[in-house]
């Protein structure tokens, strides 16, 4: 059994990782495209995704740091705290940095006999050559030809980020601050260090006047310096079909959401638990790794990434039409629902396992 995946980002190394573990063998086209390692992005991953993640792909205990809460600020309410999640006792999700995490996927796969890196000039015919082929690839003409029918939003936002370096404190609460140029994301990553997502509505292009804006709302850090700030565009994506014949789009291709709720790389770590699922049921079956499971894929995902992706969009509009109004009525409306245990713990599970149903 041998399949091939198109890219060469995190979502498919973790994938390729997960499949190797189920001693298939993988090929990975990297990309023609080279990037460069980005040192101020960060992922967040649930507690239970980290479980599946360390038990199913490849620990990384190691080089997470894991957070107790989530409070949530508004500029219209100053400093007043609009609703927080979790507690002091347990865990409710991690910061990973995310070159580390792609650092150590990719030491342990190129070192697996079921793996095999090999380059984007060989020609291949991907009908006949594997079984199956995923693909994350956003720019290969694969996905012009079979994957360009989407549902699109434009943000006409832009998510800056960078590395906070601050006086050692006990830094266990990730804080998230709905601004009036949009929302900012403090992510503690270390006692010492803390990401910072920034989706600012209009494109600032004075790094300088981003820094300020930083600054001005953190109320809890001494600052010691504010590393290089990073940015790309925003953009959301919901695919209307996942699969080709024997190729299903994976990853960022199917399924790319506004980075206020950290969800993105989770959705991906929920779509390889299913595909593991699916596949193990396949092996132990006697059954062939074949389009059909493509299907069975998009049959079980489509809905709930859909679902969770407008959920996520959702939570965006909602703050964005109170920054457009500069009315507190919304925020206060959040303020009631802190109150209410059954429905924070509600959010908080759809936060941490996605849709159930």
Do not use: W
């Amino acid at each position: 059994m041998r399949v091939c995946i198109l890219g060469s980002g995190l979502s498919s190394l973790a994938l390729a990782k997960s499949l190797v573990n189920q001693k298939i063998y993988v090929d990975v086209l990297f990309s023609k495209k080279f990037y460069s390692a980005n040192k101020t992005r960060t992922i967040g991953i649930s507690k239970s995704n980290l479980q599946f993640f360390n038990e199913k792909i490849i620990n990384i205990e190691k080089i997470v740091y894991k957070l107790n809460q989530i409070e949530i600020y508004s500029d219209n309410l100053k400093k007043e705290k609009l609703i927080n999640f979790g507690n002091n006792h347990d865990h409710l999700f991690s910061i990973v940095k995310n070159y580390k995490l792609k650092e150590i996927i990719e030491k342990n796969l190129f070192s697996n006999r079921y793996f095999k890196k090999i380059n984007h000039k060989k020609k291949i015919n991907y009908l006949s050559d594997y079984d199956l082929i995923f693909n994350s690839d956003y720019n290969h003409p694969i996905t012009k030809k079979y994957f360009s029918k989407k549902i699109e939003k434009k943000y006409n936002s832009v998510a800056y980020t960078t590395i906070l370096k601050h006086e050692k404190i006990s830094n266990n609460i990730a804080v998230q601050i709905f601004t009036q140029n949009g929302p900012l994301a403090f992510l503690p990553i270390s006692d010492f260090e803390t990401s910072i997502v920034y989706s600012i509505n209009n494109h600032l292009k004075d790094k300088n006047v981003i820094h300020d804006l930083i600054k001005n709302h953190n109320f809890k850090y001494n600052l010691k310096k504010i590393n290089k700030i990073d940015s790309f565009d925003l953009k959301g994506l919901s695919l209307r079909s996942y699969f080709h014949k024997n190729i299903l789009a994976f990853g960022d291709l199917i399924h790319r959401v506004h980075p206020l709720a950290g969800q993105g790389f989770n959705m991906t770590i929920r779509d390889i638990k299913i595909l593991n699922e699916i596949i193990q049921n396949k092996i132990d079956l006697g059954l062939p790794l074949d389009t059909a499971l493509n299907d069975e894929f998009e049959k079980n995902q489509k809905h709930r990434n859909f679902i969770f992706s407008s959920g996520i969009d959702l939570i965006h509009e909602f703050f964005n039409l109170e920054r457009k109004s500069n009315n507190d009525f919304l925020s206060k409306s959040i303020q009631y629902l802190n109150r209410n245990s059954n429905i924070k713990n509600f959010f908080t599970t759809i936060a941490d396992k996605g849709v159930l149903f």
